[in-house]
């Protein structure tokens, strides 16, 4: 029972703790990547799971601030065509 508790303890909080050291990820994109790449692939699908939902995690992070930066750099121009028309 001992054994069983500290195991869970261990996969529950020091495997995701340890997968996200180094980087600036929410530490639930490490979890899920690491539980389902477990899931998944066994032993290796616990590390690569969680690299790639970080990748995603961030690819997605990185697209959603470029069309943010692209809608903010066409806004004046957007409204100057509009003051010219009036």
Known sequence: MVWSIIVSFSNA???????NRGIDRP???IRLGATGGMIMSGII??????VVLT???KLIQTWLRSGEADEAATAPLINQVE???C
């Open 55 to 57: 990748l995603g995690y």
């Open 83 to 85: 003051d010219d028309s």
């Open 13 to 19: 909080v020091l495997k995701p703790r340890l997968l």
């Open 27 to 29: 530490i639930l994109v």
């Open 45 to 50: 699908g616990l590390f690569v799971g969680a």
